[in-house]
C-alpha cells in the first residue's frame, strides 16, 4: 500500500470560535459536533479533515497530517527503530479505523490511520 496522506487535524482551544475563523475567511463548511467539527471545503475531491478541541491539558495548537496505512503497528515500530517516538498509542475510532500519533525525528507531530 501507497503511504499517502488522507486527512488533517485542526487543534485549538475554541473550536467554535475557531470554525467560526475558517468559515469566514476561507468558506470552508463547518459542522459542529461539542468539541469536535468536521471540515468541508466544498469540493469532493479536497482532503478530508476535522477540527478539535481537546482537553485542557492536552497538546492545542497543532496541526496534524494523517498517512494512510494498512500496517499501523509496523509502521510505528519502523518509527521507533529510525528515531522517531510514539505520542498517542493505536486507539480505535467508532468507524472501526484505527490511529497513533508519533514524532518524527524533529519532533513534528504526525498521525498514522487504517483505511476505511
Sequence with gaps: MKKRV?????????????????EKVFNWNLSLQGNYAS?????ENALKGHMNQL???????????YIETDSLIADL??????????????????DGRVF????DITGNLMGLITPN
Design 39 to 43: 471540515i468541508d471545503m466544498g469540493d
Design 100 to 103: 497513533a500519533w508519533f514524532k
Design 6 to 22: 488522507v486527512h488533517f487535524e485542526i487543534g485549538c482551544s475554541d473550536v467554535e470560535k475557531t470554525s467560526a475563523f475558517y
Design 77 to 94: 515500530k519502523a518509527i521507533v527503530a529510525n528515531g522517531g517516538q510514539i505520542f498517542v498509542n493505536p486507539k480505535t475510532l467508532p
Design 55 to 65: 482537553g485542557p491539558n492536552d497538546p492545542q495548537n497543532y496541526v496534524t497530517l
